[in-house]
């Protein structure tokens, strides 16, 4: 191991990443991955709320870390890593289950907010699901993930925060009662924490089916931009860009800053039709995403080097996870077999 410090972080494998996804981690992840020793994690044991649905989990591992490649995180000098295949998640979620209340998990509030709405999906077309019993500890698996590497920083949307608390309380509590196993580790949040869909009412997600993703086609782009929600009724009417999608997606996209600001001022005074704020919206944000485009389309043609990648960094992050369940072991005093 480097005397870098160590970062952790991870997404949930449900389907391609999308530019919410960009503006809320990746584009962070970018800029540490050389500062920082990185641990890049595809959280597939997180993702019970797919149970019905294992054939999606099983090509979302590829689409993640094929849009990983793609943005250019390195997985030569960072660590892809699949979840499940490091054996040691499940040990240590075990043992930390010991040392968390179950009345701090009832009161997280993210995960009270997906539960309820897994139970009572708010767009009515999708059916209520039963919440398993993974689902309600995901929490406490994704401490394990943070606590497995020792890590230091842990960059995550705001949505993550209460699982990021959880953990910092976790190894308080681990350190004091046994022994300094793990740092306390600290958030760090993006420029753009939450990034509005297309339709302009909430978040970006696939669920939601407002995303733009960031293997759409430019075609797909510019449909999906030309489509975007408007709070204006007309061209002639003074707008406010902080509550106008496309300039939500100008600000987090579009590198040409003084043609957003022109657009801007001439938006306020009611002076630039929506159509001419979104075809260059759309110009920009291909853009942005024709050389991420490319490298996909190269690393699709060589899906070898992609298995390779996920393979190398899994297996060099065994090796510090088995360092720390051997340091779990040794805290909780719990090498049984050499007693005799
Ligand atoms: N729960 C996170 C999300 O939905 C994904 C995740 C899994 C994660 N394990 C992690 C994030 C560990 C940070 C650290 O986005």
Known sequence: MTSKKRILTGIRPTGALHLGHYAGALENWLKLQHEYDCSFLIADYQVSDYADDIARVRDAVWEVALDWLAVGLDPVESSFVIESLVPEHAELTTWLGWFLPVSMLARNPTLKAEMESLENPEDGSSERKSVPVAFYTYPVMQ????????????PVGEDQLPHIELTRETARRFNHRFKEVFPEPEALIGRIPRLVGIDGQAKMSKSKNNAIYLKDDADMVTRKVMSMYTPRMSATEPGDPDVTPAFMY????NHDREEVERLKERYRKGAVGDVEVKRKLAVALNDFLDPIRERRARYEADMPAVRDALAS????????????MEMVRDALDLNYLERY
């Open 313 to 324: 960094g899994t297996e060099r992050y065994r090796t510090i996870a088995r360092q720390t």
């Open 250 to 253: 100008h600000d987090a996209f």
């Open 143 to 154: 401490v394990a993930n943070i606590l497995m590497p020792r890590a230091h920083l842990v």
